[in-house]
């Protein structure tokens, strides 16, 4: 995945969102790199909430990780601790998760 660093902030944006599986899908795009952010309640309080991280670079297989948090902000930022923990183990880029952060709570994804 690329790395979301300050310069690259600038080129990140929310090129799609979509209302999905209950739930809302974000597709986010940052250097040539796509990240889908899903967004489900657990149950119909929504007081647990899932989210699918799927990150993908043109011609590679996508890398996908699911988490749980009491609300969408931490249910993302445990999402960001697992791809932080096992993918760059693997070699594979990080994103900057509080721009991410930032940008889903601009359109109040989070």
Known sequence: MGTMTEKGRSALKITKQARVREGMAYTLR???????????????????????????????APVVVTELGQSRLEALRAGARCWESSLRRH?????????VARLLGEVRAV
């Open 30 to 60: 940052c250097d040539g790199v796509l990240l889908t952010v899903l967004l489900t309640p657990c149950d119909e309080d929504a007081s647990s909430w899932r989210v699918e991280l799927t990150g993908k670079r043109p011609s590679e």
């Open 91 to 99: 070699g594979i880029d990080t994103f900057d998760w509080e721009a």
